[in-house]
Structures are given as structure tokens and as C-alpha cells.
């Protein structure tokens, strides 16, 4: 008799999806969390808003604590890697470049998505079908008309804010009636100068003319609910985690990444509030090993409990189950299997790792545009997500950005000592900052990456984490497919910025980590956070590692469910994506257990 009926490895969105689910059902299920809870009550999640505050260098991670037994990777360590003194283990990662794979994550009760920044387009029809249609990449297994009912799910569970009017672009349909759970959030002052100066306007790319559109971006962020939703039932806001009442409207705080104050974005706290049933949830456990006698079922984790504070953790504790499910970030996922020596016959398990490569350009207007107000980006330029450009260089998105100079000079910090440098004081400073930093203006652009088998990660016995479990030990390269990409949006941003009458002051620095050049020209890239493969679904055992369900085709009780399972990035952010393969995931879960 096994333990539990399903045992679930990460408690973030995807296992609070299936917990959920499961739970309804009547499952009994075991969550195990490596890190800790976080934000349980709303005392707690205040404390965590306070410890971003307090931050002096404020990143995605600031907020969350990262216990030494179970560390989360943090921008904070990517360093410029030098050939020659490679690999660089400053922090959690082991990196071996040639350039640093520069995203990080959380490992705690929600996840990475308890910093994220709630943005949620579908993937594009054309996303699906990389290689028939362009020679690139491979296809995936399911077709977006297979998806789509799941993308609904999703849209529901997070609360999608988003007019269906602005999403029917490039081949993107919805059911006849079909709206989001609630009304697109209102485009700010700066998108609406933007729109009414670009759109219409054709710009010319690789030779090739575009018309220029900007369209609201979908985001899991509370707005005004839509009445016509669900046949006319409408949609309820979900509120805050501990105090429901709470962030049910965003109230444009301006610090969506790492933290909304009042919680009117979605983050898996929520899913977690609403589970019920027999779900048992054990945080700060971190799972050591899959335990298998080679292809075949897996018998049961191994798993180490530990304490903040207390010597070093006794002995792995091992829990059985009729199905185990890694719900992990793609590159825990892969360690732990690359760890526990499963079979990997077709060597893909870590292989093909992603990310979208982050581009920043920057200008001064010629006028205030109302910087550093509402959400960081609540609509881009989203033409060049596909075209028969693809089979030539990547598509990217081009999301504008609300909130000035922040993240590409430190503004408006570095605004307030550039100008007390200079001697200003009292009204003249003022003066200075209330003229220059409401003109300050923001693009910022995410690249498709292939999925190359060379962009790796692995595990090496000679770098351990205090529990003794391998670290991750990353490959990374971004390649000349995506720095032609890069190449095609400098060519964007210069007319757009000569359309604006903005002043340029992009600059990259040979010092930062991610610098490269392309043509002669150069470019700095940061991560994006959308950590994707190291277990990709496919038709075929030779070919995946999962099926299109995402249960593993090596054990057929282990699925290995998340953004490591998706063949291609293409150019939405992956977190709706990511869920809505869970809803189907969990159909298949239902199947397993014999649930009607």
C-alpha cells in the first residue's frame, strides 16, 4: 500500500494546480516544499513587503528569505564569466558560460511566481509548429486548438485581465462569445502617447515594411471585473491571501516585480488558499533522489527535512506513492533526475534549456509621459512575434515600460546623486528631477531562443549544496539566431525613438554580464525569468522526455509537469502556458487514479 496517492515536488503554481484539483477530488496527496512558507498569513506577507522596501539593491529576490539548506539562485551572483577561469560558483549556479545564464527563481511556498510580473499572452498558432512552418526548432505534440480550452482554465485561475479584441492577432482565435475574466487594465499615460504617435506608422525591418500597432497586454492583475464572463455569471476578484478583502483592484503601486503590496496580482498563494481535501503540504523538505530500478515505475523520493538554525538534517526520510509528479522549476526538475541516475537513453533530460535573452533601449522625451506610474508594462508592440522572418532570426516581443530609467540605470536614485553631484540643492533639484525623470522612457524586448541541446544543465559531484545534494551546473550560449533578433529590434527602436522625438541614451557596458556583440554593434542581455526545457514533450520516446500530457516516457507513475517540458519558448511569457498544461496534466492525473 503506498503512502499517498499522488506525491507532488514543488509547491509552486503547477503543484498548487494539481493540489487543488486532486484534492477536490478526493485524493489523498503529499506536497513536498524545499523551501519555506512564505506569506501564510497577511502579517507575514506585510514583512515580506517590508523587507523589499528596506532593500538597498531592490531584485526579484529581495522580498524572500533563501534558507542555507535550500538557497535560490539570485541575480545578484551573475557575473561576467572570463574564459580561462571558468566555471564561476559565486552563487547558487555553477556557471560554465560562455555567458551566464542570467534568470533566477524562488524556492518557497508559490514559487517563482510570487515574483513575477503577471504578464499573460498565449502562445501564437505559429509557436506550435516551429519547424514545419519555418524549418526551425521542432514542433510540439499538441496543436494550440488542443491547448486552447486549457488556456481558458488558466485565464479563470488567474484571473486574466485582457479584451479579446486586442488578443485576435496572428492566427490567436477564441471560442464565438468567449471573453476574459476581466477588462484589459487601462493603458497609462505613456502607452496612449505612444499609440497615438506610432500607430499606423510602418517601419522598415530586414528590409521588410511593418505597420505599427500597440496593443494591451493580458495580465493576471485584478481590474474591473468583466459581467459578460462565464455565460454572464461574471467573475469575482480574488483578493489577498489572509485578507480577501484586500487588492481586489490594482491599485498601481508600482512595484509588481517582486512584490504588489495588496496582492491585486495573482500569485499561487491564492490557489493555495483554496485547497481543500486530504492535501498535506510540507514545506523545507528538500527532495534527495528518485528512487527506481530503471525503466519501470518509481517506488518512492527520498527526501531531507530541515529546521533554520539546526546542525545538519538526520538521515533522508522516503514516502511512497501510486504517482509522483515533479513540479519543480525546469532546472531543479532536471537535477534531480540527473542526480537520482534515471534512465537517459536519448540524453535530453537537462538539455535545451531556455530563456528569453532581455534587451533594454532607453530615451528622453521631449515631454512628461508620467514615468514611474501603475504596473511596469501594460502594453507593447507585438508584430514581430511571427512572420517568415523566423526562419531567418527570432521573433521578439516589445513590451513598453512604465517605470523610466529604473532597472537600466538605477533611476530615479541615480538621478537625485547625478544632480547632488553637480552642486544642486533645494528648489534647483527639484526643478531637475520634476523636469527630467517624467520624461524618462522605456523599451524592453524578449527574443525567441532555440532550443540547442548545448545550453545545458548538469550535475557534478565536485559542487554540493550544505545537504550535500549537487548544485546545478549550467551551459549557456546565446546564438546567432537571437542576436539577429537583436539586430532587427535596434533597427525598431531607432525609428520608433525618431517617430517619438525621443533622445537616445541607450548604453551598454563591455562590464556587464551579459554584453555581446552582433554586427559589429553591441548589445547587453539580462534573463528574463522564464526558465524553460531541460525536459521537453514530444510523440516519441526517442525524441522527449515526456509525452504531451507530460508523464514521463521512461516511468509511466512519474510525470514531470512545468515549463521544462515545453519544446519551444517562442516569444510569450510562459507562466499561462505553463498552467494550462497543468489542467491538462491533471486530467491525466484523474485517469491514472481511476477519478470519474
Known sequence: MADYDVVIVGAGPVGAILARGLGADGASVLVLEAGPAVGRTWAEYQSNVEQFRSAGIKVPNSPYYSPPYAPSP??????KLTPGSLPDDTGYFVQDGPLPFGSDYVRSQGGAMLHWLGTCPRMLPSDFELASR???????????????P???????????????EDQQYLGVRFPPGYVYPMHRIPPSYLDQRVAGAVDGRTVSIDGRGYELLVSSTPQAR??????????GKGYRPIGAHGAPYEGQRCEGNSSCIPICPVQAKYNPLKTWDRVTGRVEVRTQCVVSKVIHSGAGPVSALEYISYTDGAPSPD????????VFVLAGNPIENAKLLLASGVPNANDLIGRNLMDHPYVLAWALMAYDVGAFRGPSSTSGIEILRDGAFRSERAAFRMEIINWGWDFTTFAPYSDVTAAVDEGLFGPKLRRRLADTVPRQFRL???????????????VDDSYLDPLGIPRPRIRYDVDPYVRAGMAASRELWNQLFGILGAEDHTAYSASDPGYLTYDGQPYSYHGAGHVVGTHRMGSKAESAVVDSFQRCWAHENLYLAGCGSMPTIGTSNPSLTMAALAFRTLESLRSDLGIR
Not at 485584478?222 to 455565460?231: C, I, L, R, V
Open 315 to 322: 538521515a533522508p526520510e522516503r514516502v511512497t506513492a501510486e
Open 134 to 148: 519555418y524549418k526551425r526548432g521542432i514542433d510540439w505534440p499538441l496543436a494550440y486548438e488542443e491547448l486552447s
Open 444 to 458: 524592453g524586448f524578449m527574443y525567441e531562443q532555440l532550443p540547442d541541446p548545448r545550453n545545458q544543465v548538469y
Open 150 to 164: 486549457y488556456y481558458e482554465l488558466a485565464e479563470r485561475e488567474f484571473g486574466v485581465a485582457a479584451d479579446v
Open 222 to 231: 485584478n481590474s474591473m471585473p468583466n459581467p459578460a464572463y462565464d455565460g
Open 74 to 79: 539570485n541575480v545578484l551572483d551573475i557575473r
